[in-house]
């Protein structure tokens, strides 16, 4: 989808609010019909209208009434059908099909009664039938609509406001750069991917399993290869040793082949995709996310898992759960069976900019397999000991490390799209055919909670000193590279400006501001000669004043300037200068972006000039946001240059002229 287009949607909703509060209005109601509401994804739609809201492009306080009234109307229709009805709703599809959908509103409103209609609306199993319920068991009109009204009046903004939340976050981040706003997209939508996943295949596993085991189990027995394998693994009566060794070298020996042919049919690693999705993330790279990222990635190296894993497998030990220590010490060989033969037999040249200094490199990711073991495995282990309705949450649990981990590598340019996805589908492979195996063998109970908190202070206590240790110098290590650029004072005064940036530069090449000054100095005097001109160091964005992005009464003198992102670095100094009027500012900003003369080995510095203006947002938020076509008067910064060397010159945006400033 274009940006174009996107912009073209957003002025349309501006100009139609009717139909928006239509679109409100029946979203909001069909969420809350029976049938219709259990097929609809209200909580998604909800807050992406929150987002909209949030970004500026709807209303809130008329989104707030057109959705709660929809709710309420699409709750009383519900209401409605179940009184008529009756039993006749049993049905009707999917309730026909899926009785457990009715029984569960059942149950909940007999064990809440009229107050299972104010917090059904909150509760995800039971939200598109708790009306129907309560109108089959013959509830009041009055007492419902009382429920009704007040339920919707709090849902709208449980909904609304995180995604209100979320649509600010994404204009404040792409304010200091769009490849910011882009990743937080990513990762969100990579979170939510992942939550849904878990969930939907742990609760299709949970009741399929046993049926889907058994008849394998069944088809498999006589076929003289596979039979021996399935037996070791799913007749409880038979050890699993053999069907575990076996199939850890299928496993390795399935790779190493497809990998091979691969080569030999000229498919050779990095692809054209790898190579695509690292420019494509280099280009996402910001001075915050990458200290992020590589505080995330920390999390797999071995500094961390292997010593965790050691941890977990003496505390199975100690507890004399030597089944479950047997099975953990499988997953870890594995895992370092995994690294050693790949790194012998498929070693694959890392990005080039990060190749030097990196360790453990190998096709697969053997930081993606031995996370996947690691955390994998041991949310096996908790799963099996917590009942069946709870035990997506121990998944859910490990794949947010597991994910995240995979993902930071990804961005840092550590691992190559082929090799991560290979390395996770191999450890999760692994980890089924363990867990399976594990589960279908009679065990004693483990102690959930112990090893629960085992391993997480575990974990904690070793990343800590990992990353005390050696997050200095790892991200020293992935910092995106540039190289130097060296002017001669002359050549860069007459034509030597043209060659650096004209204008900041954010995602894909695209310009966002015009740079018009270029200072050759050092910092120190250019600070103090714009001090000396009435300029201030701007507030930054500490926690009290993104608290203040929450009053609607706040100066504008006390909002912080964010900082801005050109080509991946964040500006180094920031300078404020405060008009007459209390609602607007001047912001300068100027980058250093490595380029020296010659003469005495100055710096170059390219700089923009802003003005901001206080926009207070829906009565709730408060921002300082620029002024696009603002000009800057022509004495604003002379002050500044009295005495020194300046030129004025047209740069490639002609409405825009660059000042070129030197001793």
Partial sequence: MSSEFVSSLFEWVAAHPGWMSTVIFATAMAESLTIVGVIIPGALIMFGLGALIGLGHVEFWSAYGWSALGA????????????????????????????????????????????????????GPVRGTIPTVAGMMDMGWRDFMIANVVSAILWAPAYLIPGMAFGASLEIASRVAGRLAILILIVAALLWATTWLVRHLARLFQAHATDWSQRFYAWSRNRRFIGPISASLLDPTQGELRGLATLAVLLLGGVVLVSLSLSAAGQQLPSSLDQSLYRFFQELRTPWTDALMVFTAELGDYQVTLPVSLVVFGWLIWRRHHSAAWHWLAALCFGMATNLAFRWLLPVSSPAEIAQGVQGYSFPSSHATFSTLAFGFLAALIARELPPARRWIAYLAAAFLIVPIAFARLYLGIHWLTDTLAGLCLGLLWVTALGIAYNRHPKAAIHWRGLL??????????????VGADYSADLQRYQHKTTPRVLAREQWWTEG??????????????????????????????????????????????????????????????????????????????????????????????????????????????????????????????????????????????????????????????????TLIAD
């Fill in 72 to 123: 309420v109307v699409g709750d009383a229709v519900s209401f409605w059908i179940g009184r008529v009805f009756h039993q006749g709703v049993r049905r009707v599809w999917p309730f026909a099909k899926h009785p457990e959908m009715l029984a569960r509103s059942e149950e909940f409103f007999r064990k809440h009664g009229g107050k299972g209609v104010l917090f059904g609306r909150f509760f």
């Fill in 453 to 466: 908190a085992c391993s997480v202070i575990a974990l904690l206590a070793t990343d800590l000193l990992h």
């Fill in 497 to 658: 400006w043209r060659k650096l940036p004209q204008q900041r530069l954010d995602f894909r090449g695209h310009h966002r501001q015009d740079l018009v000054l270029q200072w050759a100095g050092s910092r120190e005097e250019l600070e103090a000669r714009l001090r000396a001109a009435d300029w201030l160091p701007a507030p930054g964005p500490d926690l009290r004043g993104i608290l203040l992005w929450l009053s609607p009464q706040v100066e504008l003198r006390e909002l912080p300037v964010l900082p801005q992102i050109h080509d991946g670095s964040e500006d180094d100094l920031t300078m404020v200068r405060y008009d007459d009027s209390p609602d607007t500012r001047w912001v300068l900003r100027f980058w250093d972006i490595d380029a020296r003369l010659r003469e005495g080995d100055l710096p170059i510095w390219v700089g923009s000039l802003i003005r901001q203006q206080r926009e207070p947002r829906m009565r709730l938020f408060t921002f300082a946001v620029d002024d696009p076509q603002s000009r800057a008067p022509s004495d604003l910064l002379a002050p500044a240059w009295r005495g020194l060397r300046t030129r004025v010159v047209h740069g490639v945006n002609p409405q825009e002229r660059i």
